[in-house]
């Protein structure tokens, strides 16, 4: 944790009545970076970014924006700017207006406030659009003046609440890639929200994700999607096969786990004998044979196929009744008259300490009996 | 935050303000309606008594007047819950030459000021030799209460689906039954919305009562002829009841819509 | 939604709008022509009307003794009006936005007096006011004055009257336009560094002003006809048009000159109505 963080939480809690939303949330943004909180709708991500913006207070815990304590702080005395969801432009106001209104407020001069909303309606292509009214405008050309209303103030911290949610897949898409290209530009610290995890894998510095209240995971893109520290980050970033199970031998890094189905293997660091163990492969790691695999002796029968433009995508169901899916870069369909053997490279599967309860009896039935 | 605490409590006292100025006319009636003065004009406080009511029973003028009132409401109601409704229906519906001339001609009783209505409708019963009484006084209340039940199911009107009339009708229902099976219920908010609001205004109207009525007392008028001598409690007694009766309604409707509401899977 | 909204069949058309139509041609529309015609007509000695045209009625508006009622009127209207908008405005807002998981109940409490008879209410507040009215009992009592403070039969009375009886008639358009307002716009208006104020003047009343309007004609004109409230509270001493207007078709038996009356009221109504539209007003706002 540096001491440079731009925004610091500190066991933030946040409770309505009874509703604890927000659970001892601790996170670190650095200055420059965009970081995004990523979780399913729900989960508390929306109420800790309006925490940070000024709109709701936490219960207890701490935020700190430029090293300053934020507590009874109101939004219009934070050094903050937010994108909001549904843009909340000034219907009555013209572009100009929209964008001029934090400069107005800070009482800037007039010529001054002229030369920045122009030059900052250049920067998100919208020149020429200064006069217009929003009920004019399309969706994109909203979010737009939106994003140009929070930036044209150069707050140290821009909070972006789902800006792309109303937006149709190619222009999300497109916006995506400026947001970026505007972050890198300005070097202004973005807080993103988002329950899109291919969002969040494409535009981010680092991703945290939420679940439940909580802060399950911080890293990047890359870590979270490979290294996955728990069965919510596993299973909600991209596809997952996940098997529960218990240690059954441990030689080196080398683990071989005992699942419902089965025996398999994983490469990991310190598990012991007769732990309780998730065994995460992404179906673009999972291999079949025709014949056992030495450590492996999971098989079921094949179940679906389909081709996906240039990818097959199969399923193997396994006695349990638990469903396999298998990626494959085309090639040939996975027989379907016999049993087919599944495996991996060991190195490939993420080997997680459950730390819910769940999954504790899940597995005790599974293996126990 | 502190300060949105303080905020709220200030806000609280000052609509606790606005609601004590909203009431205090009418809690000084309920309490002189049990107050145990003879003489009038009825103002000092003489004692607790439940006198007045029971001898409202016996005031007929006074009764006579709210039985009145009852009636005229009731089929002033009725007739332009139903005009209207049809009328809105038809003009939601269909497009026809004159639909911009009614529409004028419907905002005009409710901008107008009462008492131009009022003389308007005089003048006419007057030139036309419709008796004075209880007729004019329906024809002049179903005026100003058409417009209001027309804008009310209008208002319900605004995003209904047509389709499902042509569904109705493919099933094999006409117009009519399409319209009593189908439209109606769908619309019931709105009219009742709109009968209610009809009937409130009936019952509390003054103005064009005052020009209408001929010597048909309503329960308003004879308050008006009260104030002029001093109004005794008994016509306070009555207010109270009334008021009690309307309260009791709004409670029972809300609450018993709630209760309906949760028994729904 | 079906296309063939807008089919055109003489018969459903009839049976539906023709009672409306029919009702409104002769319950509004002949009325208001006949005081019209009215108005240019004389009175013979049995104060009959007569059908010979004059336009005396008309000049007879301009009496002096008139023209200070008129001005009388406006003024009482206008404080009417003023103190309903001042009032009532903290109060819609504060309905509807602050305290709004309470708001059902709140708007029905500001409902349920009005269901109580107006006259009845506005002599609750004449008993409550008079020289030997609550009020003044009970300040005598506290030994605050020695003698009764004469608050009524003035034409501050009769303003906190109006005020009164047509509060409702300024909270509702108000609640209404509020209601409207979109929330994240005054976050986001804070989030740009607008402190209250700011966010008042530059997001909140704009977007109002329509609700303000309405209201403002809701109450305003009602105002200048309500004779009861001027002669309860006012007790004679704050005429307005309306009490002029009501004693032609009562004592004093001028039917015509009463119709010239009602003719200007009509005139300042279209006006002020027409002013609203022009300030984009939409008259589909008013009495609902």
Same mark, same amino acid.
């Given at each position: 944790?540096?001491?440079?963080?731009?925004?610091?939480?500190r066991?933030?809690n946040?409770?309505?009545?009874?509703?604890?939303?927000?659970?001892?949330?601790?996170?670190?943004?650095?200055e420059?970076?965009?970081?995004?909180?990523?979780?399913?709708?729900?989960?508390?991500?929306?109420?800790? *970014?309006?925490?940070v913006? =000024? +709109? &709701?207070?936490?219960?207890?815990? %701490?935020?700190?924006? $430029?090293?300053?304590?934020?507590?009874?702080?109101?939004?219009?005395?934070?050094d903050?700017?937010?994108?909001?969801?549904?843009?909340?432009?000034?219907?009555?106001?013209?572009?100009?207006d929209?964008?001029?209104?934090?400069?107005?407020?800070?009482?800037?001069p007039?010529?001054?406030?002229?030369?920045?909303?122009?030059?900052m309606?250049? *920067?998100v292509?919208?020149? =020429? +659009? &200064?006069?217009?009214?929003?009920? %004019?405008?399309?969706? $994109?050309?909203?979010?737009?003046?939106?994003?140009?209303?929070?930036?044209i103030?150069?707050?140290?911290?821009?909070?972006?609440?789902e800006?792309?949610?109303?937006l149709?897949?190619?222009?999300?898409k497109?916006?995506?890639?400026?947001?970026?290209?505007?972050?890198?530009?300005?070097?202004i610290?973005?807080?993103?929200?988002?329950?899109?995890q291919?969002?969040?894998?494409?535009m981010?510095?680092?991703?945290a994700?939420?679940?439940?209240?909580?802060?399950?995971?911080?890293?990047?893109?890359?870590?979270?999607y490979?290294?996955?520290?728990?069965?919510?980050?596993?299973t909600?970033?991209?596809?997952?096969n996940?098997?529960?199970?218990?240690?059954?031998?441990?030689?080196g890094?080398?683990?071989s786990?005992?699942?419902?189905?089965?025996?398999?293997?994983?490469?990991?660091e310190?598990?012991?004998?007769?732990e309780?163990v998730a065994?995460?492969?992404?179906?673009?790691?999972?291999?079949?044979s025709?014949?056992?695999?030495?450590g492996?002796?999971?098989?079921?029968l094949?179940?679906?196929?389909i081709?996906?433009?240039s990818?097959?995508?199969?399923?193997?169901v396994?006695p349990?009744?638990?469903?396999?899916?298998?990626?494959?870069?085309?090639?040939d369909?996975?027989?379907?008259?016999?049993?087919?053997?599944?495996?991996?490279?060991?190195q490939?599967?993420?080997?997680i300490?459950p730390?819910?309860?769940?999954?504790?009896?899940?597995?005790e039935?599974?293996?126990?009996? | 935050?502190?300060?949105?605490?303080?905020?709220?409590?200030?806000?609280?006292?000052?609509?606790?303000?606005?609601?004590?100025?909203?009431f205090?006319?009418?809690?000084?009636v309920?309490?002189?309606?049990?107050?145990?003065?003879?003489?009038?004009p009825?103002?000092?406080?003489?004692?607790f008594?439940?006198?007045?009511?029971?001898?409202?029973?016996?005031?007929a003028?006074?009764?006579?007047a709210?039985?009145?009132?009852?009636?005229?409401?009731?089929?002033?109601?009725i007739?332009?819950?139903?005009?209207?409704?049809?009328?809105?229906?038809?003009?939601?519906?269909?497009?026809?030459?004159?639909?911009?001339?009614?529409?004028?001609?419907l905002?005009?009783?409710?901008?107008?000021?009462?008492i131009?209505?009022?003389?308007?409708?005089?003048?006419?019963?007057?030139?036309?030799?419709?008796?004075r009484?209880?007729?004019?006084?329906?024809?002049?209340?179903?005026?100003?209460?058409?417009?209001?039940?027309?804008?009310?199911?209008?208002?319900?009107?605004?995003?209904?689906?047509?389709?499902?009339?042509?569904?109705?009708?493919?099933l094999?229902?006409?117009?009519?039954?399409?319209?009593?099976h189908i439209?109606l219920?769908?619309?019931?908010?709105?009219i009742?919305?709109?009968?209610l609001?009809?009937?409130?205004?009936?019952?509390d109207?003054?103005?064009?009562?005052?020009?209408?009525?001929?010597q048909?007392?309503?329960?308003?008028?004879?308050?008006?002829?009260?104030?002029?001598?001093?109004?005794?409690?008994?016509?306070?007694?009555?207010?109270t009841?009334?008021?009690?009766?309307?309260?009791?309604l709004?409670?029972?409707?809300q609450?018993?819509l709630i209760r309906?509401?949760?028994?729904?899977? | 939604?079906?296309?063939?909204?807008?089919?055109?069949?003489?018969?459903?058309?009839?049976?539906?709008?023709?009672?409306?139509?029919?009702?409104?041609?002769?319950?509004?529309?002949?009325?208001?022509?006949y005081?019209?015609?009215?108005?240019?007509?004389?009175?013979?000695?049995?104060?009959?009307?007569?059908?010979?045209?004059?336009l005396?009625?008309y000049?007879?508006?301009l009496?002096?003794?008139?023209?200070q009622?008129?001005?009388?009127s406006?003024?009482?209207?206008?404080?009417?009006?003023?103190?309903?908008?001042?009032?009532?405005?903290?109060?819609?807002?504060?309905?509807?936005?602050?305290?709004?998981?309470?708001?059902?109940?709140?708007?029905?409490?500001v409902?349920?007096?009005?269901?109580?008879?107006?006259l009845?209410?506005?002599y609750?507040?004449?008993?409550?006011?008079?020289?030997?009215?609550?009020l003044?009992?009970?300040?005598?009592?506290?030994?605050?004055?020695?003698?009764?403070?004469?608050?009524?039969?003035?034409?501050?009375a009769?303003?906190?009257?109006?005020?009164?009886?047509?509060?409702?008639?300024?909270?509702?358009?108000?609640?209404?336009?509020?209601?409207?307002l979109?929330?994240?716009?005054?976050?986001?208006?804070?989030?740009?560094?607008?402190?209250?104020?700011?966010?008042?003047?530059?997001?909140?009343?704009?977007?109002?002003?329509?609700?303000?309007?309405?209201?403002?004609?809701?109450?305003?004109?009602?105002?200048?006809?309500?004779?009861?409230?001027?002669?309860?509270?006012?007790?004679?001493?704050?005429?307005?048009?309306?009490n002029?207007?009501e004693?032609?078709?009562?004592?004093?038996?001028?039917?015509?000159?009463?119709?010239?009356?009602?003719?200007?009221l009509?005139?300042?109504?279209?006006?002020?109505?027409?002013?609203y539209?022009k300030?984009?007003?939409?008259?589909?706002?008013?009495?609902?």
């Open positions: 944790m540096s001491e440079r963080a731009l925004v610091r939480l066991k933030v946040k409770f309505y009545g009874s509703n604890h939303v927000v659970k001892n949330f601790t996170l670190d943004v650095q420059g970076e965009f970081l995004t909180i990523l979780g399913s709708s729900g989960c508390g991500k929306t109420t800790t *970014l309006r925490m913006a =000024g +709109f &709701e207070q936490p219960t207890d815990g %701490q935020i700190l924006v $430029g090293g300053v304590d934020m507590a009874e702080k109101e939004p219009y005395e934070r903050v700017n937010t994108v909001f969801q549904s843009y909340a432009l000034f219907p009555h106001m013209s572009v100009f929209n964008v001029a209104y934090g400069l107005k407020m800070k009482r800037t007039k010529g001054e406030i002229q030369k920045r909303v122009m030059e309606l250049e *920067l292509q919208l020149g =020429g +659009f &200064e006069h217009r009214m929003p009920a %004019q405008l399309s969706g $994109g050309q909203k979010q737009r003046v939106a994003i140009a209303r929070a930036l103030n150069r707050p140290k911290v821009l909070l972006l609440d800006p792309l949610g109303a149709d897949l190619k222009l999300r497109q916006m995506q890639l400026e947001l970026k290209r505007l972050q890198r530009k300005l070097n610290t973005f807080l993103y929200v988002t329950h899109d291919e969002e969040a894998l494409t981010s510095d680092r991703i994700v939420m679940h439940d209240g909580m802060l399950e995971q911080v890293g990047v893109p890359k870590e979270i490979e290294a996955p520290e728990s069965k919510f980050v596993a909600f970033i991209g596809e997952t996940l098997f529960e199970g218990m240690v059954s031998s441990v030689e890094d080398a683990v786990v005992a699942v419902e189905s089965g025996a398999v293997c994983g490469r990991a310190g598990f012991r004998e007769g309780i065994v995460s492969v992404r179906p673009e790691r999972v291999q079949y025709l014949s056992p695999v030495e492996f002796t999971i098989q079921g094949v179940k679906e196929q081709y996906v433009g990818v097959l995508k199969s399923i193997v396994l349990n009744g638990y469903e396999v899916r298998l990626e494959r870069l085309a090639g369909a996975l027989p379907a008259d016999g049993p087919v053997y599944l495996y991996w490279q060991p490939d599967a993420r080997l300490h730390r819910d309860q769940e999954v504790y009896h899940a597995v039935t599974a293996v126990m009996g | 935050m502190k300060s949105e605490k303080r905020r709220r409590r200030a806000g609280a006292v000052y609509c606790g303000f606005i609601y004590l100025l909203l205090l006319p009418i809690a000084v309920v309490v002189n309606s049990f107050n145990a003065t003879e003489s009038k009825y103002l000092s406080w003489k004692g008594t439940f006198d007045w009511y029971g001898r409202l029973l016996q005031n003028g006074l009764l006579d709210f039985r009145n009132t009852l009636v005229l409401a009731a089929v002033s109601t007739l332009s819950t139903v005009i209207g409704t049809v009328a809105a229906v038809g003009m939601f519906k269909y497009r026809f030459r004159g639909k911009s001339v009614i529409d004028a001609l905002y005009i009783p409710v901008v107008i000021p009462e131009v209505l009022g003389i308007a409708l005089l003048t006419l019963f007057a030139t036309v030799n419709i008796p009484g209880m007729l004019s006084l329906v024809l002049a209340h179903v005026t100003f209460c058409i417009p209001f039940v027309i804008f009310n199911v209008r208002a319900r009107l605004d995003g209904y689906d047509r389709s499902i009339e042509e569904a109705s009708m493919d094999g229902a006409g117009r009519l039954r399409t319209f009593f439209t219920p769908v619309l019931a908010p709105g009742g919305g709109g009968a609001l009809a009937f409130t205004l009936s019952i109207d003054v103005i064009v009562s005052y020009f209408t009525n001929g048909t007392k309503t329960f308003p008028l004879k308050v008006m002829e009260s104030i002029k001598s001093g109004v005794s409690p008994d016509v306070n007694a009555l207010s009841l009334i008021l009690l009766v309307t309260v009791l709004v409670v029972l409707t609450s018993g309906r509401l949760r028994h729904k899977p | 939604m079906s296309k063939r909204r807008f089919r055109s069949s003489t018969a459903p058309v009839l049976t539906m709008v023709g009672p409306v139509s029919l009702w409104l041609v002769f319950f509004v529309a002949v009325p208001l022509l005081v019209f015609v009215m108005s240019f007509c004389s009175i013979d000695e049995n104060y009959n009307v007569v059908f010979r045209f004059t005396a009625n000049r007879g508006l009496d002096v003794d008139y023209l009622i008129y001005v009388q406006i003024l009482i209207a206008f404080f009417a009006t003023a103190l309903c908008l001042l009032l009532g405005y903290p109060f819609a807002f504060l309905i509807s936005r602050t305290f709004k998981s309470r708001k059902t109940i709140l708007y029905m409490m409902i349920i007096p009005f269901w109580t008879n107006s009845i209410r506005i609750g507040w004449r008993t409550f006011l008079g020289a030997s009215g609550w003044n009992q009970a300040l005598m009592a506290l030994r605050l004055t020695d003698s009764p403070v004469e608050l009524l039969f003035n034409r501050g009769t303003i906190l009257g109006m005020a009164y009886v047509l509060f409702p008639f300024m909270v509702l358009p108000l609640y209404t336009a509020i209601e409207k979109d929330q994240s716009q005054l976050e986001a208006s804070a989030d740009l560094g607008g402190r209250r104020g700011a966010t008042f003047f530059n997001v909140i009343l704009p977007q109002t002003v329509s609700g303000v309007f309405s209201g403002c004609i809701m109450v305003f004109i009602p105002s200048l006809g309500y004779f009861y409230v001027a002669d309860i509270l006012g007790g004679g001493n704050s005429d307005v048009i309306g002029l207007i004693r032609q078709f009562q004592s004093g038996n001028n039917w015509p000159l009463g119709a010239a009356l009602s003719i200007i009509i005139a300042v109504t279209l006006l002020l109505v027409k002013l539209q300030c984009g007003g939409d008259i589909q706002s008013l009495g609902v």
